[in-house]
């Protein structure tokens, strides 16, 4: 299978999935949310650590919208480390000496998992807008699939940041009993009216590129650079802080005294911002950023629980830390409360941490010292209680 | 002078400038802050009420980023009211039976005051990029010779919000002698990186769009609707509050009882802002929307005075009216506190409101009573003031 959406990449060659792959729903497909079937799929993941002889020690680890599954050590895709280098690795709160740790790429996605960039089997061409729409409770299906190939009944934690937290909160809903302790961090559970408006500002500058040709711009040979870029853009905003912009780029100028007065870069803000754009488009499909925003604004965890967000938690048995951080606008602390309070309603073990922090929403990925303290103090206390 | 960008409205023909126009800067031209120099040009402008014997009662309304000079009574443009009916007009805070209020279309706007959609008389061609880059001082510059022009020495009140109130500082600090009261609303005394971060999103939407071609379209005969568009959708995010948003869409479906799993607009708040995006283009011109954000985005009034924003208001004489609004993330009430700030440093009498609303920045827009009323009572008081 070949994923012309990493032609760009100076990292991989067309066709190159590094690392590892497993096939699953061949005998029985997945069924998502949105009716369709799909099967066989193509699962891409890394483990770190071993797997002790009881199972009992492994974490998955759920990466945001633009993630991968490289989230320790190298990432072939950057070039660079794996994008939770901070939390993983030895002497790291994720211990690879004592944890299993599993991270895959979700579906939809352009890492390697079967995503709209890959070759539809029925017809020999890229899916594009023939791929079906999936949900987060499709991807975690997905992930328990892999756990179950991993021959794994229950997962010490389920972690993740952002969508990955989604992912999190979605776990602790569908497959109660298979996870001791669940971590999400920066999330909600649903997405806010503002959330899917940005969204769909950025699905719209996708759309408007000439070069996205209703979706099928890798059987033309184009990529939507421009419109994708845009939409990076727009969406990075809201990863940050109003205060941490002003602290990092304020309304210094980019190379320059004085103003310009002209359209190039003046401000150095515009300039990160317009890197942000074109160095994005490099590494992600266009059309997985269609669905996977389309995912996250489809996450409506109560909506799927009859309404209440305590019956999504209804059969809950697991340990939660919920994180969130004071300077995410995107899901502010409210939204993390709110998943406390359904937590509290049915009475489940429940740590809540708000760290007060300038850096916005991105801070579940940055070098925040006190996160860090804080889930290796909650993972021990469960790894105790786990025996591990 | 014919203006191309006016060819879209259901409104206007090309060549149409419906209401006052007069032709400035003939003999002495506007220098510009860039250092281009300006003239003649057209100031496209309305009046409402009759100036008294003593030239005492004008009142200056300045508008925001895409508005016009038709505040009240009928647009030609729209169709539909003035953009602030709810403020002007009989028996409303600003009365035309008492006041002789004017408001002009801002320099490097497309509603009839020279701007990049005009043609250039040195090429016989529109401006387009070639147009010189403007700030919101040489926008009041321009409004200054306006006033010069209807013989008016010194205004009762200039008044405006968001980009209408950075007029309205401008003014304070530029002509100091020459203002009786001012009103900024729901505004900033400098653009912060993420204000200028959205515009720049915004900016390159458009540059984006092909039809753009580099400014040159009008020549070509194309529109860069779509990007404008989605400068448009970005741009109107910010103008509305998170709980407004969710308080007026929420998760709302559009059309339907369920998700349909694709990328039409499936939520209420995707079909409004696409309603919001290409409506716009057709009543805006791109390049005018390059200029003015780009304007806004230089605003820093205390950077140009010395790096002091109280140096800004050191000749003040005027008497102030602050407002801003709780839910106005995009120009929060801490900007206007910075202005009051600065205005107490000098002594200057300040009202200063922060109203509760959750309607967000747009909210000076809408009909907010508190607003009205506070407006009602500062202007009747200082009309008294003034023995108007």
């Known amino acids: 299978m070949i994923d012309p959406a990493f032609s760009a990449s100076k990292h991989l060659k067309p066709g190159e999935r590094p690392g590892l792959t497993v096939e699953l729903g061949a005998l029985h497909p997945l069924r998502l949310d949105g009716g369709a079937e799909l099967g066989p799929f193509t699962m891409a993941y890394q483990t770190y650590g071993t797997l002790n002889a009881a199972r009992s020690n492994a974490v998955l680890v759920c990466h945001a919208l633009t993630g991968d599954q490289f989230c320790a050590g190298d990432n072939p895709f950057t070039g660079k480390g794996g994008w939770w280098d901070k939390m993983i690795g030895p002497g790291k709160p ?120 209703g979706g099928a711009y890798l059987q033309e040979g184009v990529v939507p650079q421009a419109g994708l870029a845009v939409a990076r853009m727009a969406a990075h905003i809201t990863y940050m802080s109003e205060s941490g912009l002003t602290r990092r780029f304020g309304r210094s100028l980019q190379d320059r005294d004085a103003l310009a007065y002209g359209f190039d870069a003046e401000f150095q803000i515009e300039s990160y911002l317009r890197h942000q ?61 709110a998943i406390v309070h359904a937590l509290n309603a049915v009475a489940a073990p429940v740590s809540f941490v708000e760290i007060d922090v300038d850096k916005g929403h991105d801070s579940f990925l940055l070098d925040v010292p006190e996160m860090f303290t804080i889930l290796r103090g909650f993972l021990e206390s469960a790894a105790r209680q786990r025996g591990l």
């Not at 998992?113 to 987060?136: K, Q, Y």
């Not at 409770?137 to 972690?159: G, K, P, S, Y």
């Not at 999504?312 to 048995?317: P, Q, R, T, Y």
């Open 94 to 213: 994720l211990d690879p000496a004592r944890y299993f740790i599993i991270c895959s790429n979700v579906l939809g996605s352009c890492y390697g998992t079967t995503g709209p960039s890959d070759i539809n089997p029925a017809t020999g061409e890229p899916w594009g807008l023939t791929f079906p729409v999936i949900t987060i409770r499709d991807m975690v299906r997905a992930q328990a699939m892999l756990v179950d190939h991993l021959n794994i009944e229950t997962l010490f934690c389920v972690i993740g940041g952002s969508m990955g937290g989604m992912q999190v909160l979605e776990w602790a809903a569908t497959y109660p009993e298979r996870i001791f302790t669940a971590i999400p961090i920066a999330t909600t559970s649903k997405h806010s009216a503002q959330n899917i408006a940005f969204h769909e500002v950025g699905r719209q500058a996708v759309m408007a590129d000439p070069n996205w040709r």
């Open 277 to 337: 754009g074109t160095s994005f488009v490099d590494r992600f499909d266009a059309n997985s950023y269609l669905y996977i925003t389309r995912a996250m604004d489809y996450f409506d965890l109560a909506a799927d629980h009859g309404g209440l967000l305590a019956k999504a938690f209804a059969h809950s048995v697991a340990r939660y830390c919920v994180m969130s951080f004071t300077s995410d606008w995107l899901y502010p602390t409210s939204d993390s409360r």
